[in-house]
């Protein structure tokens, strides 16, 4: 093991419609760098790659050297479905083959259990985590609403950042 401590996981989830994705790359930037000043300098990160806010925390994690962890709710062949425009799947792709680690979460679930999957697994390994989310009520068991009510119950430390107010 190499000085600095231990590996910190810093975990993300965010929505897919994102009002302000530059205001929010810039918060989520900004956010990173004080989560590796408190997790110190081997804090790795661990994210979904779905369409919106996973990929700008993605992105923001290649600039800062970051190393990421992707997990897939499905094979590659599968999660292509689940994005609207090519350009956002041409940079999923981009960002999981940058990634440290991709892995798909077990069991061959359809949407949206396959998310949710996803979502124990990132609260797993998370040591803390990051929210991009609206402040709503969950709307299911696989949305970030739920994730963050479930952080919380696991004592999980989290920051949240408003995408609506990006406060």
Excluded: N
């Excluded at 965010?14 to 989560?35: N, S």
């Excluded at 590796?36 to 994690?61: E, N, Q, V, W, Y």
């Excluded at 800062?64 to 956002?88: C, K, N, S």
């Excluded at 998370?126 to 609403?145: H, I, N, Q, S, V």
Aim: charged letters at 25%; proline letters at 5%.
């Amino acid at each position: 093991m190499s000085e600095g401590g231990h590996i910190k996981i810093l975990g993300f989830a965010g929505h897919r419609a994102v009002p302000d994705p530059g205001g929010l790359r810039k918060c989520i930037l900004a956010e990173i760098t004080e989560m590796k000043a408190l997790l110190g300098d081997r804090m790795t990160a661990i994210s979904s790659a779905a369409a919106g806010a996973d990929l700008i925390f993605l992105r923001a994690c290649v600039e800062l050297r970051i190393p990421a962890i992707v997990i897939l709710p499905f094979p590659e062949e599968r999660f292509v479905e689940d994005f609207e425009e090519a350009d956002e799947w041409k940079l999923a792709q981009d960002l999981t083959g940058v990634s440290l680690a991709r892995y798909v979460a077990p069991g061959g679930h359809g949407a949206p259990e396959a998310y949710h999957q996803v979502s124990r697994h990132l609260l797993d390994w998370a040591d803390a985590f990051l929210f991009a989310w609206d402040g709503k009520e969950p709307r299911g068991a696989d949305g970030t609403g739920e994730t963050v009510l479930e952080a919380r119950e696991l004592g999980i430390p989290s920051r949240i950042i408003d995408e609506e107010t990006l406060a």
